[in-house]
């Protein structure tokens, strides 16, 4: 079942190490289909280069097994939670990419600093809150998921297909699993050149919300003018 | 027409990903011919791995596309300036490069902190003054030539083959589009030398001028030295 | 003697280059075959591409050489003292990878700041004192081993399998030789991450006792759910 | 003539790309024959892909082209200063190799923070004085080489085979060609560590006297005991 959609998280996944955003087996792709609401996912702690579309785990909403041998990802539950809520998105993704964890790991978000950032995020790509003892008892990864709705809270996740969970790394998403990789190829950049950018000056404003519109809406939105025009 | 500078513009665009300097499509190239005013510049979104001559758009100086299938990179407007108002130059990059765009970020200028800067570069990388609201909203692009410009005012652009704009990254130049591609790579080195000596000691004034003068004029002008005499 | 166990620590010490921890012949990884109390160990100064099965020395716990042409590395009694107080472990290596050996030259342990270092180390990675004098003098190598095992005091070897000596580098250790090496390369990716997220905040604190054993023991003992059942 | 010695001398240039230690033709090798007293160097700005044996020059100590149809590198009078002064050394090499450069145009020596440095480098890599406008003008190169010279009175150029070139780069040694490049590598890879374990703490001091002599004659003199013997 679901076979194109298999192929297609194969190559995503693929593509983490083809971008070098993973070390070992450190991260994970997903693609959903919404009219059956079945997503695929990698297999937990299975090798990119041993993976195969075979081995790719079905589950349903509800984090049920539905087709495959091995066990999906440990971060299942955290991808569920982002696909109810975020009905707009067909991919989501997980990485440790060092850049994006270190944001991460220091609680703050990455502010936009240039027209890099403001290609593809439409403002400072946020961080959520630590979590409580409490909350990391029980359903840790299904309420990292929340933590993230939390923190996404009146934001289009098309516009900010990247958020980073404290003290952990990033999470990234968009309208299909490869663009999901695709922004977290970009976010890795953006959260490199913020760094070195307050290393040189810590007090770099962001830039204007001014030249933020103009480069995210130049290649997003009905007058987008990056690229070809595609049917 | 223009074959041969086709042949040679779609190579320089192709060093762009062989020195590492671009993420996905994030930087062009173009090449002019003076004889006939028409330039060849890299299509918009185009990945380097599936560029040919053929797919290359030629445009006259008033930005209209001459021949190809395909759109010019959006930045072709800034481009076009810039051939304009220098008669020296045959060849404008433009990249992301993440050590120049690090500085253009961040709104400083390049220090001559060494003679790797000085061999290639005679005084300061300029940066641009960041640009006003209302310049942003119409011929944003046109308008980024035009601040280059502004900047560069009294200076030779073939003693400074390179420039920052604010808040966005490099544009580079020189005799012909592989020289712009050159001039970027270098660009990227010293300003991450400049990164780093100003990280051990910020203080760290640039070089004296007499030691710029000795080396940029070891390698530039009709007293140069390096490297092997060519008829 | 020795065959399988030679060819498991001659794949060890290839994986130091394959993963980028060493420059030239700047690290030795070692495996023990507890029955005999014999070690395998690398021949000192010999390249990673020259080296083969039978070129592998084979030691007893008093460091006499039982086979073998060439010299062990200089480093054996250090691993020795490691394998005699350690009974759990079956692996040990050293390296002088960039970052691990940037954080043993500052003399500080590498705290926990996230949970890619939760994952693997249960808590700060230490850092040994600074040797004496007296102590430099005479079995050096041997006294790195104790240097190593004083610091160790109270702490399970397989709960924090590194450890950085102080203006030196680091060691690691694992389940057999193949694991040392996987503690190498995610002790220099924490060592990164840790870097520079004190960079952006040097007060950044160790994440939660929660978070820390909610994430080491998803992966190790008993009740870990990460990965595929292995029989 | 001298085919061993071009040979030698061609492979150790190729070895600064194998090694990263260069862009473009940022840098050179050189070797001497001591009973002839000639030295083979590489040409001026010819690519390390583009060498072979015969494009080697030969050059006598006063400079003068003994055998080439190519200019030498432009840096020749350094190499020769170098040659006439240090009667134990066979290869000299000099390169803008990123870290080094970067601690050369602080205008700071390289302290000796670790063992790593201590194997290779008997204290405190020097760094010479800024050059005088005046020394600037004339022999320029010749003059660089006097700076050095200057700056190592009284330390044996093998104890210490390497300098930093204030505002410029460095300049490395050794019995030969080849230790002249791997002395670059390991310049290298020491000046990084010292960066970045400063930034973790700019007080760090340097290792003990005790230590230092520990790793240095681990590896060099008559007690050295590491690697094979060889006959």
Redesign the interface.
């Known amino acids: 079942m679901l076979e194109l959609l298999k192929q297609e998280v194969l190559k995503a996944n693929q593509l983490l190490k083809k971008y070098n955003l993973v ?2 087996t ?1 991260g994970n792709i997903s693609g959903i289909n919404r009219k059956r609401n079945l997503i695929v996912i990698k ?4 090798p990119y280069a041993e993976l195969t579309a075979d081995k790719m785990v079905v589950v349903n909403l509800k984090g049920e097994k539905v087709e495959g041998d ?2 999906p990802s ?1 971060d299942t539950a955290t991808h569920l939670e982002l696909y109810k809520k975020f009905a707009q998105i067909g991919g989501v993704g997980h990485t ?1 990419s ?2 994006a ?8 978000g990455i502010p936009a ?4 950032h403001a290609d593809y995020f439409y403002g400072e790509i946020p961080c959520t809150k ?2 409580e ?1 409490k909350e ?2 029980n359903d ?1 990864e299904e309420f990292t998921g929340q933590l993230i709705i939390d923190k996404m809270q009146g934001i289009d996740p098309l516009n900010m297909p990247a958020i980073l969970v404290n ?3 990033p999470f990234t998403w968009g309208e299909n699993s490869i663009k999901a990789v ?1 922004n977290a ?2 976010l890795e ?1 953006v959260a ?10 810590n007090t ?1 404003p962001p ?2 919300s ?2 933020l519109d ?1 480069h995210f809406l ?1 290649k997003h939105g009905e007058n987008a ?5 595609t049917d």
Request: hydrophobic content about 35%; proline content about 3%; overall charge positive.
């Open positions: 070390t070992f450190w297999p937990s702690g299975v091995l066990n440990s440790h060092p850049w964890t270190t944001w991460a790991q220091s609680g703050n600093l240039g027209t890099t630590i979590m003892d990391i008892a840790y003290n952990h790394g695709e190829v970009v950049e490199r050149l913020a760094f070195y950018t307050k290393q040189i000056d770099t830039i204007s001014k030249l103009k130049r003018y990056y690229g070809q025009k």
